[in-house]
Each structure stands twice: as C-alpha cells, then as structure tokens.
C-alpha cells in the first residue's frame, strides 16, 4: 500500500475525535462538557483564561503567547507542544493511543475519508482575521528580498517585513501578509532566509489560498480598467511584475486555480488573462488545465514558453523585452474591446 506523508496526520485526527477523552487524561487535561479552560501548559502560562480546547472540532489557541502558531491549532499540534515532539512523531504517539496502524488502511478509503471530512469542514469553519494595526510594522525593511533586487519601494506596497521572533512559526523568513478578497488579512507566508524547507511557510496552516490571489488589493484598481489580469505562480513573480510597471498581476500561491478564483476574476470584469507561470514542466501542465477550467469565460493567452526562468528570476533586459510581449496583447485586447 502506497500512502501519502500526510495520510499519518489525518488518520491520527480522525482516530483523535473518538478516543479524544483518553488522549486528554494522558496529557494531563481535565475536560468537563465540551470545552477545556485553563492557563496555557505548553508555555506554562499563569492566566487561568489563557487557554482553550474546543472539544467538537479538536482545536485549541492559546490567547497570551499563541502557541498554536508554533505547533498547529489542531490535536496533533497540541499533542507535539505538551510531549515535545515534532508534528509527525506527535501524530504516531495518537496513533499508538488509539491503537490504530497506517496499515490497517487502504489508502483509497482514507481519500474518502478525507474527501467527506473537507466538505463537512468547508461549511463550519470562517478564517481567521488578523488586526490591520500589524500593516504598520510591516514596513517593507526585509535585507532577505532586497539582496534579490527588489526595490523598497515595491516591498513596501506588499507589506513586506521580516520576521527575527524566535520560538514564532515564520522566524528566520521573510514575509508578506495575505490578504482576502474584502481586504482583510487572513495570514501570513513567509520565505526562508536560511535555505531550510518548506522554502515558503503558511500561517496560519491550512489557509484559504485558493479563495484569494496574492497581490489582489494591491492589483484591483489596474485590473478594473485594464479588464486584463496577469497570472504568475509565486509570490516573488507578482512583485517583479508590478516592479516593471505591471500591475494588473495576481499570485495563484502555486500552479492551480480554483473555481472561487475564477469567480473573483469575473467580478473585477477581466476579460483577458495573460499566463505567465513558470516554464518548468510542472508550469507547462498548469497552462493546459488552468486554460481548459478558465476559456469557457474568458481569452486566455499564455507567454510561459517566452520565458527562459521563472518571472522573478530572468534579467532585466529579458524582462524589458517580455514586457514588449505582454503589452502587445494588452492593447490588441484593448482595441477588440472598444471596436
Ligand atoms: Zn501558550
């Protein structure tokens, strides 16, 4: 049997919810009904507020120190920060309390599981919305991207900052924050300036990507009136984007898109949607499956094979002749539209 790596972490959460009263008394939590309140035991704080265990979804946050962006907000998370173990030993020690084996599983019966726990989860949980005083610490300061050649000036419009709190999910990276499509931010990512995998982290886990673009505050005014948006992969292609003058373009946190996404760039009237994602072999199958899911409602060109690298590495001059490119279809399309 074949199992994915994180298989392990979703079998340990599914068996976690029905031996959930056994797993709290090994940990030492007392619960009485359905939630635990308590000063926090993974920092060993003293406000006897500080904590919470939510007993129906298996979450928990801790209120002072917020612990739960160390080791997850989930079972295994609080499991890793009171045992001290990491994520994936955590969620062998819950799989070992409930006497349950990877093995005892087929790998297509733990996909349905997975499939029917999503949608039961879509329904349920909002994201979390972060307090927009923290823009002001985000000055755009981050040496880590300014060495790669972006200018201050760019980085500032992206909120850019660095992130130097030991002990927090996102040290040693230097980050953005991510905002939704109302403009509310919903998390942060962060790249590693030390080389360490995964080279970008999210924060929190499991944030809604796919519901929002990177750089969409920032690139709505321009796609509104230009009805043409750009698309690149990664978060550092949206910037050298909008650094040569292209500002109609959003991030895809990756080489897919979402039906939601689609439907964001029908709300900001796009018309046209120029592909500029990387020309590796992974980027070349995206251009096929993201043109197939968005021809049906818009005209979709695509520049990947233009590109020698990746948009947030090729050189200035090549980025200056791409740019002749992306023009050239961007007025074609303005003319089509006022004829
Ligand atoms: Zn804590």
């Known amino acids: 049997m074949n199992h994915q790596q994180n298989d392990i972490f979703f079998l340990a959460k599914e068996l ?18 359905n939630r635990i309140i308590c000063p926090c035991p993974i920092h060993g704080g003293d406000n006897p507020t500080g904590f919470t265990f939510y007993k129906n979804k298996n979450a928990w946050g801790c209120w002072t120190h917020h612990c739960e962006e160390e080791f997850g907000s989930d079972i295994i998370g609080l499991v890793a920060g009171l045992q001290s173990l990491s994520r994936y030993d ?58 790669r050649g972006f200018s201050l ?67 709505r005014e321009s796609i509104k009136q230009s009805k043409t948006v750009i698309l690149v992969e990664g978060q ?30 029908g709300k ?15 980027g070349k199958e995206a251009v096929e499956k993201v043109t197939a899911k968005c021809e049906s409602y818009f005209k979709v060109y695509n520049l990947t094979d233009q590109l020698s690298n990746d948009p947030s590495k090729i050189s200035k001059e090549e980025m200056l002749e791409f740019s002749k490119k992306i023009k050239a279809i961007s007025d074609s399309t303005n003319k089509y539209e006022k004829s």
Not at 17 to 32: K, V
Not at 176 to 202: A, E, H
Not at 236 to 257: E, Q
């Open 268 to 282: 900001l009237g796009v018309y046209t949607i120029i592909l500029c994602l990387d020309p590796d072999t992974a």
């Open 153 to 219: 000036d760019i980085l500032k419009r992206f909120y850019g900052f660095a992130a130097n709190t030991p002990g927090k999910r996102l040290y040693r990276r230097a980050c953005f924050p991510i905002f939704d499509p109302s403009d509310n931010i919903i998390g942060f990512t962060g790249r590693s300036v030390v080389d360490q995998d995964p080279k970008w982290l999210f924060m929190p886990q499991g944030i809604a990507k796919n519901q929002t673009f990177f750089g969409l505050m920032q690139a």
């Open 90 to 147: 955590a969620a062998k020690w819950i799989l070992n309390v409930c006497n349950g084996s990877l093995e005892d599983y087929d790998p297509l019966e733990i996909e349905r599981k997975k499939f029917l726990r999503n949608n039961k989860r879509e329904e349920k949980i909002a994201p979390k919305i972060y307090n927009k005083e923290l823009l002001s610490g985000m000055d755009g300061n981050v040496p880590y991207f300014m060495n």
């Open 236 to 265: 550092l292609d949206v910037l050298r984007m909008h650094d040569f003058g292209h500002k109609n373009t959003l991030g895809l946190f990756g080489c897919s898109i979402s039906l939601d996404q689609i439907k964001l760039l």
């Open 16 to 33: 976690a919810y029905t031996n959930i009263d056994n797993i709290l008394e090994l940990l030492g939590l007392n619960s009485y009904g």
